[in-house]
T-cell receptor, first 114, second 113 residues
Framework: DAGVIQSPRHEVTEMGQEVTLRCKPI?????LFWYRQTMMRGLELLIY????????DSGMPEDRFSAKMPNASFSTLKIQPSEPRDSAVYFC????????????FGSGTQLSVL | DAKTTQPPSMDCAEGRAANLPCNHS???????VYWYRQIHSQGPQYIIH???NNETNEMASLIITEDRKSSTLILPHATLRDTAVYYC??????????????FGQGTTLQVKP
């Protein structure tokens, strides 16, 4: 298995632009998670899906952030408009049903908003 | 979830066993101990977890004390590639609050040649 695949690996954009991050979870996993990691705040859960349905988005910082999961093999995290304080590493993770907290993380997207 | 305490850093010689301690004195009966690590510029990686019995897999061993107030992650033969930040996390069973893992500061393990 290729693991959780994220793209792009790096993204540099200017303030005000729309940013879309992509994630392909491990096949057969029912849960998908989006995280953000910064030096100041560590790793924060933004939102998670179960069977493509958003379950908890309480970690999404603002209305500028949105996430979708149109099917079991693809999810996006969109920031519109982006701001410099959104600069961080964004991770996607997935796990199977009944997998406890055994999550499989992608390699992340390093986002820099200038 | 129970709070965990780990030393901020440790060194280990390559080829030797690395023993990483974790205190979780407020752990409750249905809470598991999970270990993750994060190698520089990579996503966190699951290592192992346990409830009360010792566990072993291809990556590591987990030793949990009888009172469950502390545990030790053992990397039997550390290599340079094991240099990473290691996180001890205590989480309850069930789907409530799933994914809300508190990684804390962890232990930075430096494996030296």
């Amino acid at each position: 298995d290729a693991g959780v695949i994220q793209s792009p690996r790096h993204e540099v954009t200017e303030m005000g632009q729309e940013v879309t991050l992509r994630c392909k979870p491990i096949s057969g996993h029912d849960y998908l998670f989006w995280y953000r990691q910064t030096m100041m705040r560590g790793l924060e859960l933004l939102i998670y899906f179960n069977n493509n349905v958003p379950i908890d988005d309480s970690g999404m910082p603002e209305d500028r952030f949105s996430a979708k999961m149109p099917n079991a093999s693809f999810s996006t995290l969109k920031i519109q408009p982006s701001e410099p304080r959104d600069s961080a590493v964004y991770f996607c993770a997935s796990r199977r049903r009944g997998g406890g907290e055994k999550l499989f993380f992608g390699s992340g997207t390093q986002l820099s908003v200038l | 979830d129970a709070k965990t305490t780990q030393p901020p850093s440790m060194d280990c010689a390559e080829g030797r066993a690395a023993n990483l301690p974790c205190n979780h004195s407020t752990i409750s009966g249905n809470e598991y101990v999970y270990w993750y690590r994060q190698i520089h510029s990579q996503g966190p990686q699951y290592i192992i977890h346990g409830l009360k019995n010792n566990e072993t897999n291809e990556m590591a061993s987990l030793i949990i004390t009888e009172d469950r107030k502390s545990s030790t992650l053992i990397l039997p033969h550390a290599t340079l590639r094991d240099t990473a930040v290691y996180y001890c996390i205590v989480r309850g069973s069930g789907s409530g609050n799933t994914g809300k893992l508190i990684f804390g500061q962890g232990t930075t393990l430096q494996v030296k040649p």
